[in-house]
């Protein structure tokens, strides 16, 4: 017995060893796999960021383009090595360019707050300009000073950089916060249609209205009245793309220039007020804004004195009418822009509102056209004078069927100085004044006039994925006649000669092929 009692406790205490060991080896429980779950709040495209209850999307784009005839991606043949039609000039502009946009949004007992950011990484033709080396991106306009960049005078050729090389640049479009009717950031402006600068092309550089494309710092309040209808009053940063120049003075050697853009430092941002109707047939939209011009001094230092500020203003009506009875999904975009002492909310930045454009002569070495849109000109001891705009810009898009589109548009936009301008440089009678005594010159006048006309058709095989060719030509109508003598231009490479005064055109051809996600 004793023995097989002995072997009964052994098996006993070896099973229960062998069945601690083997509960040892057994896995531990895991925590549950927090899977990300989709957020069906906001549309298509949106998941809960893990252990939070914010939804966020990603999007963009990538493209690539070449633009025919330009040193510029976003505009034709307008000044600087550009407008020179030499060469110096390229005949196309590459680029390469991947965007990448965040949107948040988060419910809370406030309502929603939401966060955007757009952002974008190129890769583009350097502008050739003779010195130094080539930087991509876009670069401001003539007259425009620029937040982050160097203050250009108006007329000078800024139009990009130089080098016939490639470079990288890296661009932040939009980065704003949106709560309770708020918008405080980078952001469209509220003056504009909500087309931007296209009411049917992808060329940027219409004239006609305003377009803040990148958009622009601001601090905004939206009211939603329902039934489609909102107002807004903002205030915005008016040193990035607002300021197209306070000149004081003028020179007789004015191709690409009049005199000295003598903008001050910021003082105000550009107010702007905006109602818009959206409804099923399209939607209205009439904007105004109000520019404060506050120049430097008359000359050199303070004791030479500074005329009073004087406040631009604009206003904007556009109109976009929807499935008109051509085609399922036709449109029709169309505005209209009156400006006083506020011109780039017609000349916008990336049309630029400075022209210097050579091209051929029968009777001189070359013919050139040139013109300036700024805000107010001045002299010593005068008061700030504004300029008066006024233009349009609309486009007619067809859907041929699901994959084919085309669109026709256009754009026209005139400038016309006051009298203390057009007596500076034309005199009382037009033959006098810097420019219109100068030997040669049969007619004088400072006004002129932009006209565009394009054609776009975009192919889109697959969802999101487009190809599309845009042609594009535009029209300077300038008001001088005759020749005139012109010192030449080392960074154009124009030499000192007689040239003859006469109107310019010139066509871009924008080829492009664009991936959505």
């Avoid at 006309?453 to 845009?470: C, E, M, Y």
Wanted: proline letters at 3%.
């Amino acid at each position: 017995m004793k023995l097989v009692k002995s072997l009964l406790l052994g098996s006993a205490a070896g099973l229960i060893a062998v069945g601690g060991a083997q509960a040892a080896d057994l896995p531990v429980k895991a925590k549950a796999v927090e899977y990300v779950k989709i957020c069906s709040l906001y549309g298509a495209g949106f998941y809960y960021i893990p252990g939070t209850d914010t939804c966020i999307k990603l999007g963009g784009y990538l493209r690539a383009e070449v633009a025919l005839n330009t040193n510029s991606d976003f505009s034709g043949q307008l000044t600087g090595n550009n407008g020179a039609r030499n060469r110096l000039t390229n005949y196309y502009t590459m680029r390469a360019r991947e965007d990448l946009n965040i949107d948040t949004r988060t419910a809370t007992e406030y309502g929603v707050v939401r966060t955007f950011f757009d952002g974008v990484f190129s890769w583009t033709t350097g502008n050739y300009a003779g010195t130094g080396s080539a930087t991509g991106g876009r670069l401001p306009a003539p007259g425009l000073n620029t937040s982050g960049a160097t203050p250009a005078l108006v007329g000078s050729s800024i139009n990009g950089t130089d080098g016939n090389t490639s470079g990288g640049s890296l661009g932040v479009y939009y980065a704003f916060i949106q709560f309770a009717g708020f918008t405080m950031g980078k952001a469209v402006s509220q003056f504009d249609a909500p087309w931007t600068n296209y009411p049917g092309n992808n060329i940027d550089s219409l004239v006609g209205g305003s377009g803040t494309v990148t958009g622009v710092n601001q601090f905004t309040y939206t009211a939603d009245f329902g039934q489609g209808v909102t107002a807004s009053f903002s205030a915005e940063d008016a040193t990035a793309y607002y300021q197209a120049g306070n000149l004081s003075g003028a020179s007789a050697g004015m191709i690409g220039g009049y005199g000295t853009n003598a903008i001050g430092g910021s003082r105000s941002p550009n107010l702007v007020g905006m109602v818009r109707v959206d409804q099923a047939w399209g939607l209205f939209q009439a904007s105004v804004a109000a520019h404060d011009n506050h120049v430097a001094y008359y000359g050199a230092t303070e004791p030479t004195g500074h005329p009073d500020d004087k406040w631009g203003w604009a206003v904007q009506l556009a109109l976009s009418i929807k499935n008109i009875p051509t085609g399922a999904g036709d449109t029709i975009n169309i505005q209209g822009v009156y400006t006083d002492g506020a011109s780039r909310y017609n000349f916008q930045n990336l049309a630029g509102g400075s022209y210097s454009m050579f091209g051929s002569s029968g009777i001189a070495y070359q013919s050139v056209g040139f013109a300036i849109a700024p805000d107010t000109v001045f002299v010593t001891g005068s008061s700030q004078e504004t300029v008066k705009t006024w233009g349009f810009r609309g486009a007619y898009t067809h859907n041929w069927d699901p994959y084919w589109n085309t669109a026709l548009y256009g754009a026209w936009a005139q400038a016309q100085f006051g009298t203390l301008a057009k007596t500076t440089l034309c005199g009382a009678t037009g033959t006098g004044g810097v420019f219109g005594g100068l030997a040669g010159v049969t007619g004088c006048n400072p006004d002129f006039t932009i006209a565009q006309l394009g054609i776009i058709t975009r192919w889109t095989p697959v969802k999101n994925l487009t190809f599309s060719a845009d042609l594009n030509w535009t029209h300077l109508d300038q008001r001088y006649s005759g020749t005139v003598g012109y010192a030449g231009s080392g960074t154009t490479a124009k030499p000192a000669a007689v040239y003859e005064l006469k109107d310019q055109d010139t066509i871009t051809l924008l080829l492009r092929a664009q991936r959505n996600w």
